[in-house]
Structure formats: C-alpha cells, structure tokens
C-alpha cells in the first residue's frame, strides 16, 4: 500500500513539473510570438511617412446597457501630426501637432485648445498612432492572455502603460492590439479604463505613403469660432 502511495505521489509530482514545463514553454513561445510582431509592426511605421484609413469605434461605458458607436477617417504624417475626424453621427474634427491638440466642433462653433498628454484616456489611440513605430518606449508588450490571436493567427499584443505621467495613462489600464497579418498596420485596438469602460477601433481601408498635404492638418476654423482652453485634469 506504502509503495503503491510512494509511487502515485511521485507520478503526480513528474505530471504537475511537466505541466508546469509545458507551460513555461508555451508562455516563451508566446512571448517570442509578440516580440516579432511588435518588431515588425515598428518597421512598418518606421517606413510609413503618411497613413490615412477609416475607422469605427465602439465605446461601451461602465452601469450603460448599450454601446456608442461613431466612425470616420483618421490621418497621419510624420514627424507627429494626425487630423482625427468624425463624420457619423455627428461632425468633429480633432487636430494633433506633437503634443497640441484642438478639437473643433463645428456645431458648437467651438474649438477646444490643450495638450494630447492633460486629456482623457479615450484620446489614448491618438498617441499610440502617433508613436506607433516607438512601442517600447512608451508601454510594457506582452502576450494577451485567452485566444490572444488575431486575422491571419497573429499574436495580439497587450500594451500595458510604463508611465501614468498625463491623464490618459493614469486612467489607462491597457490596450489590446492587433494588426494585419500581411502589412503589420494596425487592425484594430481596444482601451481599456480603470473606470470600465472600453473603447474599440478598427481600421480599414488603409493607404500609406500618399503625400498627404499639410493643409488637411491645419484647422479651417471661421471667424466667429469660440476658443475654449481644456483644463488640466491631471494633478501636480
């Protein structure tokens, strides 16, 4: 009976320690996975001097039953300049120079001034777009956990902010990535808040390299518009 216990517990052990083996090796399978992916997703927007795409957005707010929806175009040139706009279901334009932003509504005939870094965690995909050929520097890449693949089988990366400098990386928990399985854009990425809220865009009809000019960057705005400064909302 002795032996028959000695030899079951020793069999338990050698099937736990190679379970936990199989593990460790999917995990740094895993993590080898995300570290090609994001190499390449970085060379892709090394090389890339302009982008324009459309896009949707889904943002689902944390005690509300039903999601928002909204979709437009969004425009990128280097060095650091992205035009944001929203054309459904209703018209917004938002400007980014670095890290000045304005967000023009012409409804309102109002134009809001202030700085990419001071704003809410939903202008995160403005940042990550702008820096997106500098990944690293700016987040913590590891794989995502559950089917943690995208399109095509490639890895999804899950962003995980380095600094909570601003108020759009201290509200930030994550963000959720994937690109094309062929170019290495990207093809959709979700936010999500500390709050519980949770914002999902997904691009397509990307084209880059098209010599986008510097006039579809710089605020048409009329005479009249109010000029309102955003305030600061994060803390000294």
Not at 184 to 208: A, H, K, M, P, W
Request: with cysteine; charged share 25%.
């Amino acid at each position: 009976m002795r032996g028959s216990a000695g030899a079951w517990i020793v069999c338990l052990a050698l099937t736990v320690g190679s379970a936990a083996f199989a593990e460790e090796m999917v995990d740094e399978q895993a993590r080898k996975e995300v570290h090609e992916v994001v190499k390449r997703l970085q060379a892709r927007y090394e090389k890339t001097k302009d982008l324009q795409a459309d896009f949707t957005q889904k943002t689902t707010i944390e005690g509300f039953e039903r999601p928002m929806t909204s979709s437009g175009k969004v425009y990128i040139k280097k060095p650091g300049r992205l035009r944001w706009t929203y054309l459904d279901p209703s018209n917004e334009d938002i400007y980014v120079d670095r890290d000045d932003v304005k967000v023009y509504v012409p409804e309102h005939k109002q134009v809001l001034i202030g700085k990419l870094t001071q704003m809410a965690a939903s202008k995160a995909p403005l940042e990550l777009l702008q820096g997106a050929a500098k990944l690293e520097e700016s987040f913590h890449v590891e794989p995502t956990p559950g089917r943690g693949r995208g399109v095509g089988g490639v890895r999804l990366l899950t962003l995980v902010p380095k600094s909570q400098e601003g108020e759009a990386h201290r509200s930030l928990q994550k963000i959720v990535l994937e690109v094309f399985p062929n170019t290495y854009f990207i093809r959709s990425l979700s936010l999500y808040e500390i709050s519980g809220n949770v914002s999902n865009f997904e691009f397509s009809s990307l084209q880059s390299n098209v010599g986008l000019g510097n006039d579809l960057f710089t605020p048409k705005l009329p005479a009249d518009v109010e000029v309102v400064k955003a305030p600061v909302l994060s803390q000294p």
